[in-house]
């Protein structure tokens, strides 16, 4: 009796167990997708912040603007962003702070300071 159950029962349990893992394996793949596609994003945003593209390119103060208001988008890097930030307000400490650049930077540092 006991094995007649366990053939009535075992065969739909195991099948749910096996869609059940494969769900979460399906699950555990997107994000990290998700995750790869966000840093490489992040990445792109940083090679802009340093004013060249990847080809080596050189972008305009505007452009460079964007990319630091752009970071703002990825709390979850802020403590690699914020130093980094931080050394460009360093190398622009002379310069006004109503100048584009300068203030993307300080609106970026206080808002990536602010994330939680």
Known sequence: MDIDILLKWGTPV?????????????????????AQKRFEQFHR?????AGRTATG???VD????????ELTHFPEYKDI????IDYYLEQ???HDNSGLFRKALLHA???????K
């Open 14 to 34: 195991g099948a749910v167990i096996v869609f059940l893992v494969g769900v979460y394996q399906w699950a555990d793949a997107r994000r990290t997708e998700t």
């Open 45 to 49: 945003a940083f090679e802009w912040v």
């Open 57 to 59: 390119q050189l972008l």
């Open 62 to 69: 505007t452009q460079q603007a964007m990319a630091i208001y």
């Open 81 to 84: 962003s914020i130093p980094i």
């Open 92 to 94: 622009s400490a002379g």
């Open 109 to 115: 540092k206080a808002k990536l300071e602010a994330a």
